[in-house]
């Protein structure tokens, strides 16, 4: 079998060959699929995998801009359209100096099984810049998405593919990005979720993500006859998952203590409650602070220039960004007795840390199943723009909730071990891919 993995990840490098994050991505995924595909070879005759490798389409483009001193500024655009078997391609949009088109692929990639583990007809996509919002006034943000979506706008459509945020674009980034391009198309669809609510976007998707995650942590921990109360939780990154992440940990009755940016983390050893997180929405959505300033705010540590691993907890949220937690921080982790771990962000765990959670067999759950509570929402917002209606809280949060529910269902289903573990990235990975694969093999060589 490992000379089986072995070999198609050579064929898949040797066509990438500069796109360290994508090849993660896919070996992660092969390594568990392709045992199954030994066992079910009609996915194997039809080159099922190798085909989902190969993004449909990969868009690239300049986006040239006028900042306030006008001065030109150029940055790189791009959107890749992953795969659309089992519907219009959906996926985040990325505003980070770190975008390139490996990151976006291993994220197109991720997304195309996390779509299809929500049970929504939604296929893969994934785009962004390396635009860096970080200082830069309203007015540069809007002459910035203006450009963008200029050139983004013969590409997407409510049935062809609908972009939502991602790491620096929030809901200011998508009003701008929204009307560009009603603007230039003369219409009002559902391009793009994560809309404002008065205007087509639907309640609960700024919660979904973070709490979506909390919800699949919840029910993990029950197959142990655990709960989040009275748990010690360590977060990272303090963004739109982060923080409500940590809402629906105090709901929960868990006690937060830790949050990051990309400076460093911040130690509350009496936990962040209500109020504190009040504050640190303020700081990070309005004021667009660090968040050493709670630290200063409240008479707390801030360790600068470090990841909050190493802080004791019970459980562990990694919602920052892919590869923030290795091989030693995930040592650190079970060392210090933490018995689940659950990803907000996309594949924030190096392989070599995935490979200690699972030894040691604590309760880790992959991005793809664990954070899909943000594009199930956003799966029921394009669904809410067809209808012209819009649910109220409790029906979106009890339609959020029973998506977290089946997905935990189907990666017992396809994750658990001849010992009773259940292996979540395995379940996850086949669970995702069965749906798809089905799909693509339904619709022929296209
Ligand atoms: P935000 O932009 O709201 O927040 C990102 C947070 O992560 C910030 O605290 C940021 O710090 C920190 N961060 C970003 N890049 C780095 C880096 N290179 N090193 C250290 N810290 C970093 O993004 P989101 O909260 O939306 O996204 C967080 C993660 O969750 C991402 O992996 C994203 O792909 C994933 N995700 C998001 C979903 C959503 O609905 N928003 C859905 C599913 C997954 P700083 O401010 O200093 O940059």
């Not at 759950?365 to 943000?374: R, V």
């Not at 394009?382 to 990666?411: G, P």
Request: some cysteine; aromatic content about 8%.
């Amino acid at each position: 079998m490992d000379a089986l993995v072995k070999e198609f990840l050579e064929k898949v490098t040797l066509r990438n060959p500069h796109e360290p994050e994508f090849l993660q991505a896919v070996q992660e995924v092969a390594e568990t699929i392709i045992p199954y595909l030994e066992e079910n070879p009609k996915y194997k005759k039809a080159k099922i995998l190798d085909r989902m490798v190969e993004p449909e389409r990969v868009l690239m483009f300049r986006v040239p801009w006028l900042n306030d001193r006008n001065e030109v500024e150029v940055n790189r655009g791009f959107r890749v359209q992953m795969n659309s078997a089992i519907g219009p391609y959906k996926g985040g949009l990325r505003f980070h100096p770190s975008v390139n088109l490996s990151i976006l692929k291993f994220l197109a990639f991720e997304q195309v099984l996390k779509n299809s583990l929500t049970g929504l007809p939604m296929g893969g996509g994934k785009g962004g810049s390396d635009f860096d919002p970080k200082g830069k006034s309203d007015g540069e943000i809007m002459k910035f998405c203006q450009s963008f979506m200029t050139e983004l706008y013969r590409h997407v459509g409510a049935d062809i593919d609908v972009p939502a945020g991602d790491i620096g674009v929030g809901s200011r980034e998508v009003g701008f990005l929204f009307g560009q391009y009603k603007r230039i198309k003369g219409e009002f669809t559902g391009v793009l979720t994560g809309k404002g609510t008065s205007w087509g976007g639907s309640l609960i998707r700024p919660e979904a993500t973070g709490y979506g995650v909390v919800y699949f942590a919840e029910d993990m921990l029950q197959t142990r006859a655990e709960t989040l109360a009275g748990k010690t939780v360590v977060v990272s990154g303090s963004g739109n998952v982060a923080q409500y992440t940590v809402e629906r940990c105090l709901q929960a009755g868990a006690k937060v203590v830790t949050l990051s940016d990309s400076e460093g983390f911040i130690y509350d050893p009496a936990g962040i409650d209500a109020e504190k997180l009040a504050y640190v929405m303020t700081l990070k959505n309005e004021q667009r602070g660090r968040i050493r300033e709670y630290a200063e705010k409240y008479g707390c540590e801030f360790f600068a220039g470090q990841k909050p691993w190493n802080i004791k907890c019970d459980v562990a949220f990694p919602n920052a960004t892919q590869n923030e937690l290795d091989e030693e921080d995930a040592r650190t982790l079970v060392g210090n007795g933490c018995i689940c771990v659950a990803e907000g962000a996309n594949m924030p765990s190096t392989p070599e840390a995935i490979h200690v959670f699972t030894e040691a067999k604590i309760l880790y759950a992959p991005g793809k199943a664990s954070n899909a509570g943000g594009v199930a929402v956003s799966g029921l917002e394009m669904s809410q723009n067809s209808l012209r209606i819009s649910w109220n809280r409790e029906e979106v949060n009890s339609k959020l909730r029973e998506i977290m529910k089946d997905i935990h269902r189907i990666c017992v289903e396809y994750g658990t071990e001849a010992d009773g573990y259940i292996n979540y990235e395995k379940g996850a990975n086949i669970g995702g891919f069965v749906k798809v694969a089905d799909a693509m093999l339904a619709q022929g060589i296209v």
